[in-house]
């Protein structure tokens, strides 16, 4: 059993930031963040309130810079964010106008153009991510294949597999640059992407060699609203997880709706997400899990409910991952009955001498 620890609370930025201080600067966050608790930030790289990409990428002096601010209110970098880059690396074309606003006007409207915008976003968080010292980075995969997940008109033979293989072709020169900064992408497992449950992301893994580089933020939400065994899912790949998003939902399905929604808003669905501990999700087995299979990376809270306020949901969640971290021991609880024998005395016991 390895003997790591789960780092938290951190909470991630992107539904907080906003134009009103202490919402519109990094500075400003960072001390709401820490006086409510937390430890560790997770920045959306794309919102330029908070954090120039770019300027990361190329300028260790800035990088210096932004650890120093954190570090006045006691907080490191959790990780780096590019889910809205990384869902520009593969656009279905029924998504084109839907996804457009994730990137600038230059490239809007331009799929090929925005695609280049997107790899060169992810490639500048490769190495903004090594200038920060870390070690993980959280995105999206983008999808291909999503409008296509239930097999209604029946799906032609090899449309996914050609989907799969576009995917893996699209990510793999970004996996090796990744690679090459010493930094994992971990992939949300989200519907609305191509890996959004264990199966898909095993086919998009075996496409890409079984790439190191190639892990998974975890996010037991998701499988609330999927039906999917979220704690089977830690044993099966906990190799690979390599980021954590601590959020709740709750799936209550009626006479009237189920997994699909009914197009229904979030308030109104029978699968929502809810702030933590308000919802089903159960969070002990989870780190009781992590903490077993060595996990030391950040358990970070990600606000989304349909009810509660932000507030109060950002200043619960820190006093509830906190609360759920466990100290990972480094002694047998029945150390105190040990009877000190030796190989010999153990052979002697079972009869070998």
Request: glycine share 10%.
């Amino acid at each position: 059993m390895s003997k790591g620890m789960v780092k938290g609370p951190g909470i991630f930025l992107a539904q907080f930031a906003g134009d009103e201080a202490p919402f519109n600067t990094l500075a400003g966050m960072a001390e709401w963040a820490a006086d409510l608790g937390y430890t560790g930030i997770q920045i959306p790289s794309w919102d330029g309130r908070l954090f120039d990409l770019a300027k990361a990428a190329e300028s260790q002096t800035y990088c210096d810079e932004i650890k120093g601010t954190l570090a006045e209110f006691d907080l490191e970098v959790t990780e780096l964010s590019t889910h809205l880059q990384g869902q520009l690396i593969a656009v279905h074309p029924a998504y084109d106008a839907a996804f457009d606003g994730f990137a600038p006007e230059s490239v809007r409207g331009k799929p090929a153009a925005r695609q280049e915008w997107a790899v060169n976003q992810l490639l500048y968080a490769a190495r903004a991510s090594e200038r920060l010292g870390l070690k993980a980075h959280a995105s999206f995969s983008g999808a291909l294949a999503w409008p296509y997940v239930y097999p209604w008109p029946q799906r032609p033979a090899g449309l996914i597999e050609t989907a799969f293989d576009e995917l893996a072709k699209r990510w793999l020169p970004i996996l090796n640059a990744f690679d090459s900064h010493g930094v994992d992408v971990c992939y949300e497992i989200h519907p609305g992407e191509d890996l959004h449950d264990g199966i898909s992301y095993e086919m998009f893994l075996e496409r890409v060699g079984n790439h190191p580089r190639a892990r998974i933020l975890y996010d037991p939400s998701h499988f609330v609203l999927q039906q999917l065994d979220y704690l089977a899912f830690i044993d099966i790949y906990h190799q690979r997880i390599g980021a954590f998003h601590a959020k709740d939902a709750e799936f209550n399905p009626t006479g009237k709706q189920g997994v699909y929604g009914g197009f229904q808003s979030w308030t109104d669905r029978a699968g929502r997400f809810r702030s933590l501990g308000d919802g089903q999700v159960q969070f002990a087995p989870i780190f009781s899990k992590l903490a077993q299979y060595g996990y030391d990376g950040w358990a970070v809270l990600e606000w989304e409910c349909c009810l509660k306020s932000p507030e109060a949901g950002a200043r619960e969640g820190a006093e509830f991952i906190a609360a759920h971290i466990i100290p990972v021991t480094d002694k047998a609880f029945d150390d105190f009955a040990a009877s000190g024998t030796d190989e010999a005395a153990n052979r002697r016991m079972l009869g070998l001498t």
